[in-house]
């Protein structure tokens, strides 16, 4: 499918703003001249695909670890769970439920419809239902994970029907989402050829139904979704981690679902919004010092158990990078990583100070996102192309290796080397291998591993919320980068008692989910009540 169609699509495939679950898309569609050959359906799939940005836009994949302890948005209060800032009115979450249910509509206008064409091949017409039911049930995933209970809506509405439909019970949603995934797999390729790549194929769907069986705690049918993966054959872990990431590699076959991007017509600003001042870059996600610290050194070891590590040259010692490749691949270090030959400087000191904050150059932390910037890069800024993975092959082995974990199965090198050893052997990493079998011990190591490898990609909230950590993260002091030597007597800004700056204490509401129904639709619809919790 062709991004440029992609573009006119959009535009013909707009929604109206009367009713936020009546987000019916324009007549134009709908008149006598649509919906006759197969070229009109391969239109309103590409208008269906490019709606569907809610969960799967570069700014939601990317940013959502903002509200995690992996890192902070330099713009004030962005990082609303951080800042305890989520109520019924957050933006946000209007945000993400109007634009949900916009997106349902327009699934629900394509399959409504596409029946309408005469003539229509049945296996390709089968193939565009089941892409759409997968973004359908990709929207369902996400509304049952932040509100639990929600609207099902898998019609188009009435304006009537609309401002009093009621809310299904989050059981009801999940079934719908699993049946969904199950119902479209057969229809789903097993790959693209390179003219259709970022459409659906048969692992994506998988994917989210693992996800969502994990999520559920099912971890037997969720590692029979993961374990059909593997055994299609298709994937494989990237020799390149970096280039997975800032557009150098987009049809890599360890990516199996990403958003689509094209510079200049549908495209995006993350070239703008991540990348260092010093490249002309708004350097808005700053990554915390408890992340950094969770990169093991080369030998495999922590910075607290190696004897490699040296605080005084924390990544690089004589020349040589003695931590895992995969810090520098993600983050932006001071004194260290360079962009277009300029090294990159985080200490307020190396940086233009002004006043008695932090400063543009070094941001909240210090610290600046690496992972997704592309350093050679000179197009635009604010329109760049570079696609965004959202489902990888090393999450899939990850999450296999977890589900197993939670089956109570014994584990042997040989799972080992299939899942976590597979993701640590890449080319451009080349971790030691694992080799722990006690399966609370190894747990552990499988928790650093996704968010050292799955950094910034989206996941860690819900891996902490998936583990019932993600309450211990209330009141936690957040630091970046290492200041003084001599804390009790540093008075510039404000650093802990190991010298490193002090961000921020996270403040997390420990009943954040389900998420509230947003005030302004429990204001136009009657049939809704607010959540308990919210209250």
């Known amino acids: 499918m062709k991004v440029k169609t992609l573009f006119i699509a959009s535009i013909i495939l707009a929604s109206c ?49 903002q509200n995690t302890d992996n890192g902070i948005n330099r713009k004030p209060n962005s990082s609303f769970l951080t800042y305890g800032n989520l109520t019924a009115s957050t933006s946000e979450v209007k945000s993400y439920w109007n634009n949900s249910y916009s997106e349902i509509a327009g699934c629900n206008y394509f399959l409504e419809n596409v029946d309408r064409i005469p003539d229509f091949d049945a296996t390709t017409k089968a193939q565009m239902v089941a892409e759409v039911r997968f973004l359908r049930a990709y929207t369902f995933f996400n509304i049952a994970q932040y509100w639990g209970g929600a609207p099902l809506v898998t019609k188009l509405l009435t304006m009537n029907e609309s401002i009093t439909v009621d809310s299904a019970p989050k059981a009801d949603i999940v079934n719908f989402v699993l049946t969904e995934l199950d119902a479209i797999v057969g229809d789903l390729p097993d790959t693209r050829p390179a003219a259709e790549h970022g459409r659906i194929i048969k692992s994506a769907a998988l994917g989210i139904k693992g996800r969502l069986l994990m999520a559920e705690k099912r971890w037997t049918e969720a590692a029979a979704a993961y374990k059909a993966i593997i055994d299609l ?9 970096s280039e997975l990431f800032n557009g150098k590699n987009e049809q890599s076959s360890e990516i199996i679902f990403s958003r689509k991007y094209l510079a200049g017509e549908i495209a995006n600003s993350t070239q703008l ?74 200490h307020p000191d190396s940086t233009t100070v002004v006043g008695d904050v932090f400063t543009y150059d070094a941001g909240m932390t210090g610290y600046c996102l690496q992972k997704f910037v592309d350093n050679d890069y000179t197009g635009d800024v604010y329109s760049s192309g570079v696609d965004i993975p959202i489902i990888r092959y090393a999450e899939i082995l990850l999450s296999y290796l977890e ?101 921020i204490t996270l403040k997390y509401r420990s009943d954040n989910l389900p998420w509230p129904f947003p005030q302004d639709e429990l204001d136009i619809n009657t049939s809704l009540t607010q959540k308990d919790n919210w209250k």
């Not at 298709?234 to 390149?240: A, K, L, R, Y």
């Not at 950094?455 to 003084?484: H, K």
Request: aromatic share 12%; glycine share 6%.
């Open 17 to 65: 703003e009367d009713g936020i679950l009546n987000k019916q898309p324009l007549t134009q569609l709908s008149t006598e001249n649509f919906w006759t050959t197969p070229d009109d359906a391969l239109l309103a799939l590409a208008g269906v695909y490019n709606k569907a940005t809610t969960w799967s836009s570069a700014e939601h994949i990317i940013s959502f670890d």
């Open 233 to 241: 054959k298709v994937h494989q872990i990237d020799p390149q981690y």
């Open 273 to 346: 919004y991540y990348r260092p001042s010093l490249d002309g870059g708004w350097h808005h996600l700053n990554p915390f010092q408890g992340l950094i610290n969770d990169y093991l050194c080369i030998d495999g070891q922590s910075i607290e158990e190696s004897s490699l590590y040296d605080p005084a040259f924390p990544v690089v010692r004589n020349g040589v990078n003695y931590r895992d490749p995969r810090l520098l691949y993600t983050v932006f270090y001071p004194g260290i990583s360079t962009i277009k030959s300029r090294v990159y400087q985080g």
């Open 403 to 503: 589900c197993k974990i939670n089956e109570g199965v014994i584990v042997d090198r040989d799972l080992l080397d299939l899942t976590i050893n597979a993701v640590r052997n890449r080319t451009s990493v080349q971790m030691p291998a694992v080799t722990e079998t006690d399966k609370s011990k190894l747990l552990e190591i499988l928790k650093r591993e996704r968010r050292v490898e799955l950094a910034w990609e989206g996941l860690r909230y819900w891996d902490l919320i998936r583990w019932g950590e993600v309450a211990l993260l209330d009141n936690t002091p957040q630091y970046g980068i290492f200041l003084t030597d001599s804390p009790a007597t540093y008075t510039r800004y404000p650093v802990g008692a190991d010298g490193h700056y002090f961000v």
